[in-house]
């Protein structure tokens, strides 16, 4: 048997060739757009019905509402119980779920086909006919308000929500966390998440997924009845203020005296998913610090010990959701630690990256494809994602040569148009008497002392 060299790194193997199944769009009499894609190797089904709204929608008072809006959705309808949903969901088998992101609110389901019909009566109940009763919203609130109080014990919520409130501003959106803030979730009530909902579970505002063993004209016929009297409406503008212009580089220091490690978030704005570089960005950042052997992870954890892991991403949103490298340092790293994220940042935007780097950023994305598209519900999730952003049906099809097609320059310039090291936020989360002293010498900018957000909120109330 030939020996194996573990010292050289063996080639990766061949792009895959990746087609989703076709995607069969139709319309309801009341405007709601159905896509159905048929599966049929399995008696499965996925479906989804996601709006058009998520917590994009939720200035600073009313932060946490399309989250809390979306928790209670299985809680309890207008003609059934949060129990008697629990119930018929377990004798159906199917999985049962309701959640909001940042741009969309999804009630989805899994269930095995003969008990699909059965299983949309339910999931259309709990997505449009919620109770939202006073004992199930009381509940609720209080488990949310119970969960931000443990949160704020995390180094790392705790900095990633400061991170948000500086780069984006406290009445923006994506300043505050999408699950809100005590201040914001003790004042929901009842009226708010059902005028919430109301406004905006919309057909025109809409659209449904159908993955799995289904014939798409039999789907029509079947939704027709049930959802066909749904009536559309105009749905409410969201006037969203403009995050400011990004300042010369400040640290901010959320002081956790005595904290063995620092939490470090580092970066600024975003493009938004609909940005024409996307691919390029998809593959600087997995050279930058999106993968194991990328250059932050390399430097932070292999060459200097200071963290067992260090990364970073595109937050992909409607809107330009944050660029963040984060990782944890020991204490006496936080400041050295700083300083590599920021100094390579600017290396990126200054050096074309390697071939080798670019070659193994684009094969692992395009070899990394089809683990993505592996079920029902991984191909639902792909058909959300695309109409969701207006990516055209045909987008996944074409990612692989996407990538593929990303070179050396693409890189360079989506580092030079999309990175900042001159205007980045940083954020550490750690002791202050310890690391201010080392951050104020790296000298990229003034250190300041920042409150908690708990402590913002008590000095607001005066409580």
Request: without cysteine; hydrophobic residues 45%.
């Given at each position: 048997?030939t020996?194996?060299?573990?010292?050289r790194?063996?080639p990766a193997?061949?792009?895959?060739?990746?087609?989703?199944?076709?995607?069969?769009q139709?319309?309801?009499s009341n405007?709601?757009?159905?896509?159905?894609?048929e599966?049929?190797?399995?008696?499965v089904v996925d479906?989804?019905?996601?709006?058009?709204?998520?917590?994009?929608?939720d200035?600073s008072?009313?932060?946490?509402?399309?989250?809390l809006?979306?928790d209670?959705?299985?809680?309890g309808?207008?003609s059934?119980?949060?129990?008697q949903?629990?119930?018929?969901a377990d004798l159906l088998?199917a999985?049962?779920?309701?959640r909001a992101?940042?741009?969309?609110?999804e009630?989805?389901?899994h269930v095995?086909t003969?008990?699909?019909?059965?299983?949309?009566?339910l999931?259309?109940?709990v997505?449009l006919?919620?109770?939202y009763?006073?004992?199930?919203v009381?509940?609720k609130?209080?488990?949310?308000?119970?969960?931000?109080?443990?949160?704020?014990?995390?180094p790392?919520?705790?900095?990633?929500?400061?991170?948000a409130?500086?780069?984006?501003?406290?009445?923006?959106p994506?300043?505050?966390?999408?699950g809100?803030?005590a201040?914001?979730?003790?004042?929901?009530?009842?009226g708010?998440?059902?005028a919430?909902?109301?406004?905006r579970?919309?057909?025109?505002?809409?659209?449904?997924?159908?993955?799995?063993?289904v014939v798409?004209?039999?789907v029509?016929r079947a939704l027709?009845?049930?959802l066909?009297a749904?009536?559309d409406?105009?749905?409410p503008?969201?006037?969203?203020?403009?995050?400011?212009?990004?300042?010369?580089t400040?640290i901010?220091?959320?002081d956790?005296?005595?904290a063995p490690?620092s939490e470090?978030?580092?970066?600024?704005?975003?493009?938004p998913?609909?940005?024409p570089d996307y691919?390029?960005?998809l593959?600087?950042?997995?050279?930058?610090?999106?993968?194991?052997?990328?250059r932050?992870?390399?430097?932070?954890?292999e060459e200097?010990g200071?963290t067992?892991g260090?990364g970073?991403?595109?937050a992909f949103?409607?809107?330009?959701?944050?660029?963040?490298a984060?990782s944890?340092?020991?204490t006496?790293?936080?400041?050295e630690?700083?300083?590599?994220?920021?100094?390579?940042m600017q290396r990126?935007?200054?050096?074309r990256?390697?071939d080798?780097?670019l070659?193994?950023?684009?094969?692992?994305?395009?070899l990394g494809?089809?683990?993505?598209l592996?079920?029902?519900?991984?191909?639902?999730?792909?058909?959300?994602e695309q109409?969701l952003?207006?990516?055209?049906?045909r987008?996944?099809?074409?990612?692989?040569e996407r990538?593929?097609?990303?070179?050396?320059?693409d890189?360079?310039?989506a580092?030079?148009?999309r990175?900042?090291?001159a205007?980045?936020?940083v954020?550490v989360?750690?002791?202050h008497?310890?690391?201010a002293g080392?951050?104020?010498?790296?000298g990229?900018?003034?250190?300041?002392k920042?409150?908690?957000?708990a402590?913002?909120e008590?000095?607001?109330?005066?409580?």
């Open positions: 048997m020996p194996i060299d573990r010292s790194v063996p193997g061949p792009p895959p060739r990746v087609t989703l199944p076709h995607i069969e139709r319309a309801l405007g709601l757009t159905l896509l159905v894609v599966m049929r190797e399995l008696p479906v989804a019905l996601v709006t058009r709204s998520g917590a994009h929608a200035l008072d009313v932060a946490g509402r399309a989250h809006a979306a209670l959705l299985d809680e309808t207008t059934r119980s949060a129990l949903i629990a119930e018929e088998g999985a049962l779920h309701a992101t940042w741009d969309d609110t009630v989805g389901m095995l003969p008990r699909f019909a059965r299983a949309m009566d999931l259309i109940d997505a006919h919620p109770a009763a006073e004992a199930e009381e509940r609130r209080k488990e949310r308000l119970a969960a931000i109080l443990q949160e704020q014990d995390e790392r919520v705790v900095a990633s929500n400061e991170f409130r500086v780069v984006y501003g406290d009445a923006h994506y300043g505050s966390p999408i809100g803030t201040r914001s979730v003790s004042a929901l009530d009842r708010a998440l059902a919430f909902h109301e406004a579970q919309r057909p025109g505002n809409a659209f449904l997924v159908v993955v799995g063993d798409a004209d039999e029509v027709e009845p049930v066909g749904w009536q409406a105009p749905v503008e969201v006037d969203v203020p403009t995050a400011g212009p990004p300042g010369s400040t901010h220091v959320v956790r005296p005595g490690q470090l978030r580092i970066g600024h704005i975003g493009p998913r609909g940005a691919f390029a960005l593959v600087l950042n997995t050279i930058f610090g999106g993968a194991f052997t990328s932050l992870n390399s430097r932070l954890r200097k200071f067992y260090a970073s991403a595109f949103r409607r809107d330009g959701g944050p660029f963040v984060s944890a340092v020991f006496g790293a936080s400041a630690a700083v300083g590599i994220v920021l100094h390579e990126i935007r200054e050096e990256v390697s080798e780097e070659d193994r950023a684009k094969s692992y994305l395009a494809l089809p683990r993505r592996e079920t029902t519900a991984d191909i639902l999730r792909i058909v959300s109409e952003h207006g990516l055209g049906d987008y996944y099809d074409e990612y692989v990538v593929r097609a990303v070179s050396r320059e890189v360079l310039e580092a030079q148009r990175f900042d090291p205007h980045a936020t954020v989360a750690g002791d008497a310890e690391i080392p951050l104020e010498a790296l990229v900018g003034p250190v300041v920042a409150a908690s957000r402590e913002t008590l000095n607001r109330t005066g409580t």
